[in-house]
């Protein structure tokens, strides 16, 4: 069963919907053929603008400092918070990230999973204690001296940067334990915001069948792989199931604990990746084990009319997959 939270955003996704006129693909095909490529998209990027800016909205009439965001893989939740920190400063404040991947405890420390090796996903993977203390000095005012976490060593280390936060500052903090309430103990729950970032795709494939939302973050995910981590399709769809599993421990269990949620799906977008995802599935070879997934998804995929992605503007959210950004990542 969805929590009321999900419920409330997948209703107002379908009222999205309602705005655009397309529902299914077959809608959305015919309207592409029909020139109407623009429009929808048009729509579709000043809808998702119009909800971030509520989000901040809500923040400053709450007064919270401390933004806290999480959501699962591929669901944008890096360029969801570089947005929102744009609306937060046409609003009068001065927005402020930083990485809870800087908080890592050093990597000899690190819990093991089940098959001995380095669990990242946990929430053991992180220095709680130190990353509290930290919050708690800032928002008293203090200054503190950031650290940094060396992949290559796998340790922590000083960045050199310093941070004090001032009266108008806001601190976004982005992390799959970020709605976690055992992440951040120590800081009291009105001094928070907690933000959900999901992409749920609502397009139908027909008025009966719906679209796998994991599906379609796994193409975004594996678009970014390939344009920014040299990992191919097959190394994509290998983790895939790891991934899966760490968002049902950590992150779904406490989606409902936000204070509001943002669904980054485009109803476009699918045709827009399409022509990007197609030629990188083909590559799986038909000895591989991932083979007959990539045989779903390219059926899948394949059933779109193609967008040609010239038409994406540089701050929308699929920037962050495609490439041809304005944010630097």
Request: one cysteine or more; aromatic letters at 8%.
């Amino acid at each position: 069963m969805k929590s009321p939270k999900l419920e409330a955003l997948i209703a107002e996704q379908k009222r999205w919907q309602e705005t655009v006129g397309i529902g299914t693909v077959a809608e959305l095909n015919a309207a592409v053929r029909a020139g109407h490529a623009t429009d929808i998209i048009n729509v579709c990027e000043v809808l998702q603008a119009r909800k971030i800016a509520r989000v901040a909205d809500e923040i400053y009439d709450l007064g919270r400092r401390l933004v806290l965001l999480a959501g699962p893989s591929s669901s944008g939740k890096t360029t969801t918070s570089k947005r929102l920190g744009i609306q937060l400063a046409a609003l009068g404040l001065r927005p402020t990230a930083i990485s809870m991947d800087d908080y890592f405890v050093n990597r000899v420390n690190t819990p093991l999973d089940e098959n001995g090796e380095y669990d990242y996903e946990c929430l053991g993977a992180l220095d709680v204690p130190y990353f509290n203390k930290q919050l708690t000095q800032l928002l008293s005012g203090e200054t503190v001296s950031l650290p940094r976490y060396d992949f290559v060593s796998g340790e922590r280390v000083p960045s050199g940067r310093e941070l004090k936060l001032e009266k108008n500052n806001v601190l976004i903090i982005e992390g799959i334990h970020a709605l976690n309430p055992d992440l951040t103990p120590q800081i009291p729950r009105d001094e928070k915001f907690l933000l959900y970032v999901t992409a749920l795709t609502t397009i139908q494939i027909d008025e009966k069948k719906k679209i796998s939302t994991s599906d379609a973050r796994l193409l975004r995910r594996m678009l970014r792989d390939k344009n920014f981590r040299n990992y191919s399709a097959e190394e994509t769809l290998h983790r895939w199931p790891s991934v899966r599993a760490g968002e049902e421990k950590w992150i779904f269990p406490f989606e409902d604990n936000c204070d509001m949620m943002v669904n980054t799906a485009l109803n476009y977008e699918l045709s827009v990746l399409r022509t990007h995802v197609l030629p990188i599935l083909e590559e799986v070879p038909e000895s591989s084990p991932e083979y007959a997934e990539s045989l779903h998804l390219r059926s899948f995929i394949g059933l779109f009319e193609p967008i040609r992605d010239k038409q994406i503007p540089p701050t929308s959210l699929l920037r962050e997959f495609l490439g041809g950004s304005s944010f630097h990542y």
